[in-house]
């Protein structure tokens, strides 16, 4: 009868141990502060100030670069040009449509 009686206490020393135990990690876990959760407001207005900046500088210096570039619109429409044979070096259906038409042309008017 005794050993009866001292499992089962063990049993319920062990019980209470294990749930003390759990109910004492919930609460370490949850009194944990959270920095990451909650960003710095003041580090958040900054990055937004300095992008606004950056965004209105960038604006102004393509509206400076337009304004040069109506000056001068057969520099820019062949700077241009050159720049997208760079990117496409093979030639393409709208060059070989303007030969053609070119070609037909040319035969109709008779300067073949």
């Known amino acids: 009868m005794q050993q009866v009686l001292a499992s089962f206490l063990k049993k319920i020393v062990v ?3 294990v749930g003390f135990i759990s109910i004492f990690s919930l609460f370490a876990i949850s009194s944990q502060p959270s920095f990451a959760a909650t ?5 958040i207005q900054q990055e937004n100030l300095d992008k606004q900046s950056q965004s209105v500088n ?9 304004i040069k570039a109506e000056k001068n619109l057969d520099k820019v429409f062949s700077e241009n040009l050159k720049e997208y044979r760079k990117e496409n070096p093979e030639e393409g259906v709208i ?6 038409a070119e070609k037909v042309v040319d035969k109709v008017t008779g300067k073949d």
């Open 39 to 43: 960003p710095n407001q003041k580090l």
């Open 58 to 66: 960038t604006r102004e210096q393509a509206y400076e670069e337009q």
């Open 95 to 100: 060059e070989k449509v303007v030969e053609g």
């Open 15 to 17: 019980t209470l141990l």
